[in-house]
C-alpha cells in the first residue's frame, strides 16, 4: 500500500480545524515523521473531514443502468467525498430479496471505491401489500427497510412491516406521503403552482404520514426515521414527539435547504422533486433547525435521470434530482456562505450522525486510526456541467452555475479513491 504524505494543509479533528501535516501509511493516519514517502499531496488553503456517508441514495443499478450503474455512482459518490451511500431498494428488480442485496454488495466491492450499504424494501416490489423477506437480507447486509419513493398507505400493513423490522433490528426509514392526497400534484400546493396552473400537492400530504408514523412509533415503540422532511410543519411535529419521547428521527436534503417552489416558476423541469421544494418560510425553518443541531441528518436523495426523461412538460418529467456530486459544494454555498454556519458545525450531519444512526463506528480523524476522509478547498471554484459531475444523471439545476468550494481528494481505506483533475 502507497505510502501518502499530506502537507500545508488543515485538518477538522471533531472538535476543531487545526494546521497540520500527516502521513497515510498501512490505511492508517500517523503524525509521525515517515522517511520515504510515494507520494506528496500539497493541500495548501484545503481542510481534512472525515467522510461523508449518503443515507439515501438512488443507485438505479441493478435494472435502470442507463439512468446510473455501478461505476458511474460509485465515481460520483467518491467526487463528492462519500465513502458510503446507502441504496434504497427502488431497482428493478426491487431490492426485495436476499440476492439482489448479495448482488448489489458484490458490485460495490467490485469497483472498491467506496461501501454501499443496501436498504431493503419494506414490502415486495414496494407495493404495500407483502412484507418482504427482512430476515434473509438482513443475514446478506442490508442496513435498513425502506418503500422509499412510494410510502406504505394501509396502516395495518405499516404496524406489521415495523414489528417484522424490528425483530432483526433493522433501521426503518419511511417516505411519508399520503398518495391520494397529493393525487396528480406536481409542485408545492400554492400561489406558484395555481400561477403556472400545475396540480399541487398541499403541505398536508407529508404531516398525515408523519403524524401516523409517530402515532405508530409510539404504540409499536418502535423507533422510525422520517427521510426527506420538506416542511416547516412536518419538523414541528416531529420536533414535538420526539420531546415527548417518541423514538423518531428525521433528515432534510441540500436541495430543500437551498431552492423553493419559486425556482419551479419557469416551468424548469430540472427542480422537480417528490416531496416538492416548499415555500421560502419552510426553507428557512429548515436551516434553522440545522443551525440549532435538531435535524438528525442531511441526505442527498441522489436521483439520477438520463436527460430525456427531464425533457418533457413538468407535469411528466421525470422526478428527482441528481446529488451526489454537489451535495457538499451546494450545502457549503447555502448553509456556509450565505447562512454564515461553520462547516464544523454541520459536517456531523452528512458524516457521523448518519453513520450514528446506523450504529456505524463514527470516524475522528486522529493517530494510528484506519480512516477515510476527503480534502476541500473552500476557496477554489469550479462549474457544475455534464462533463465535471461523475453521475450518468446530470439532472441537476446547478448545471452551469459556479460553486465555491472543491473536493480535492478522497481517501478510502487508505487510497485515493479521487483526486481533482485525474
Ligand atoms: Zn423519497
Known sequence: MKKLY?????????????????YVVDGKITFKKQEKVDEICDIKDCIVFPSLFDLHTHIRCPGEEY????DSVTKAAVHGGFTDICSMPNTKPTADNQPIIDYIILEGKRYNRCRIHP???????????????????KKSGA??????????????????AMEYASTYNLFIMDH????????TGVLNEGEISDSLGLSGVPEIAETIMILRDIEMSRYLDIPIHITHVSTKRGAEIILKAKNEGVKITFDVTPHHLSF???DCGSFNTLFKVNP??????????????????KVDAIVTDHAPHAK???????DQASVGISGLDTAFSLLYRTLTIEEGIPVEKWIDLISNKPRKLLKIKPITLMENKKRDFFVFNPKEKWTVTEKTIYSKGKNTPLLGKKLKGKIKYTVFQGRIVFRDGG
Open 143 to 160: 442496513v435498513g427497510v425502506t418503500d422509499d419513493g412510494k410510502c406504505i398507505q394501509n396502516s395495518v400493513i405499516m404496524i406489521r
Open 276 to 293: 416538492p421544494l416548499r415555500t421560502e418560510s419552510d426553507r428557512k425553518f429548515l436551516i434553522k433547525l440545522v443551525k440549532s443541531g
Open 119 to 137: 436498504f431493503g424494501s419494506l414490502t415486495v416490489g414496494l407495493k404495500g401489500e407483502k412484507l418482504s423477506r427482512m430476515g434473509l437480507m
Open 308 to 314: 430525456f426523461e427531464k425533457e418533457y412538460p413538468f
Open 67 to 70: 439512468k446510473e450503474d455501478f
Open 6 to 22: 499530506f502537507k500545508n494543509g488543515q485538518l477538522y479533528n471533531g472538535k476543531e480545524i487545526k494546521k497540520s501535516d500527516f
Open 176 to 183: 411519508a406521503e399520503d398518495i391520494n392526497i397529493t393525487g
Open 260 to 262: 423553493t417552489e419559486k
